[in-house]
């Protein structure tokens, strides 16, 4: 199970190029209009499949490493519904990490934060930074799986100012 909230950002933090990072590149090989997915991701070194399925606060995930042979034989299936990021990792208090996502390519200009909690409770009393924007947790417009497909969200908070190329 995934535990997550989704936010999109007010500013980026002064300090952001002192956390780690690292380039991610995912594509949908299925999107269901229930809420489900199955993806492949390489993210740095990482080849991964996830299938997930649900919606808001609480999904089920499965994950799988790729070897770079299977992640390849894959990948082209996914043409047309990708998204490119870097993802940064700051620490947040209750030993949380804040998974900062500036994206790239048709969706640059995009920036959302997610937190993982080990339980409901913890997502519920967790302390929202100020340079946190609006909670986009239940708007299916800001998952990976619809930017891939539809691009950025168009006429709302955090829609980019220029059309994707």
């Known amino acids: 199970m995934e535990i997550e909230r989704k936010f999109l950002l007010a500013e980026l933090p002064g300090n952001l190029n002192a956390h780690p990072s690292r380039a991610i590149a995912q594509g949908y090989l299925a999107v269901g209009t229930d809420g489900s997915e199955v993806r492949v991701r390489r993210a740095g070194e990482r080849l991964l499949l996830t299938a997930k399925r649900g919606g808001g606060l609480v999904r089920e995930e499965a994950e799988v490493e790729l070897s770079a042979e299977q992640f390849e034989a894959l990948w082209p299936a996914t043409a ?5 990021k870097t993802r940064y990792e700051i620490p947040a208090a209750d030993e949380l990490v804040i998974e900062l996502d500036v994206y790239s390519g048709t969706l640059s200009g995009l920036q959302v934060a997610e937190v993982e909690f080990p339980d409901t409770e913890a ?24 930017l891939a497909v539809d691009g950025a969200p168009r006429g709302q908070e955090g829609a980019l100012d220029v059309d994707p190329v």
């Open 80 to 84: 047309g519904r990708r998204v490119e």
């Open 123 to 146: 997502a519920a009393r967790f302390a929202v930074p100020s340079w946190f924007g609006r909670e986009v947790t239940d708007d299916d417009a800001y998952k990976n799986r619809r």
